[in-house]
């Protein structure tokens, strides 16, 4: 018995890591597509201004044929996503080297804050949550954690005020 237990348990697992990975990547996929859509709104040509305003119309042409963004933005995304999965990102056009390498460069020290981020913040909220479950039910959990935040008096204030 225990065992047919637990082989359900480790296949509701799996389950629920797999939905969950399939979410991750769907919320990927979407992200991606509205970042590369409402890029594509923004005004300005990447073409023109890498050339300048100076620049002829068919300098701007092979430009933008060079970089390719006379292709439709369907086949540019399709071409970037097909990138990403296969582990090349691409060039960047602002560093006109490898995106990876960039990332490559900036890794390191974006680590780094990442993690001096973590020492700081999780001993805090720690510190706040254990506060505050063992002083369950005590008024003082709320002011304990926000007495620097006035514009909080400050909103309930005027909310008080105006219902009267």
Not at 75 to 86: Q, T
Not at 93 to 101: I, K, L, T
Request: charged share 15%.
């Amino acid at each position: 018995m225990a065992g047919a237990s637990s082989q359900s348990g480790m296949k509701a697992a799996l389950t629920l890591i797999a939905k969950r990975f399939a979410s991750s990547l769907l919320t990927l996929l979407l992200v991606s597509v509205t970042i590369f859509v409402i890029a594509q709104l923004l005004p300005g040509d990447a073409a023109q201004e890498a050339l300048g305003q100076s620049a002829t119309a068919e300098q701007v042409a092979a430009l933008r044929h060079e970089m390719g963004l006379d292709r439709p933005a369907y086949v540019r995304y399709a071409d970037w996503l097909g990138g990403m999965v296969s582990g090349d990102p691409g060039q960047s056009m602002v560093a006109n080297m490898p995106v990876s390498e960039v990332i490559s460069d900036r890794l390191p020290n974006s680590l780094l804050l990442a993690a001096l981020t973590a020492l700081v913040a999780v001993p805090v909220a720690l510190t706040i949550g254990i506060g505050s479950a063992m002083n369950r039910g005590g008024g003082s959990t709320g002011r304990s954690i926000s007495p620097p935040c006035p514009w909080w008096r400050c909103r309930n204030f005027w909310w008080r005020r105006s219902r009267c």
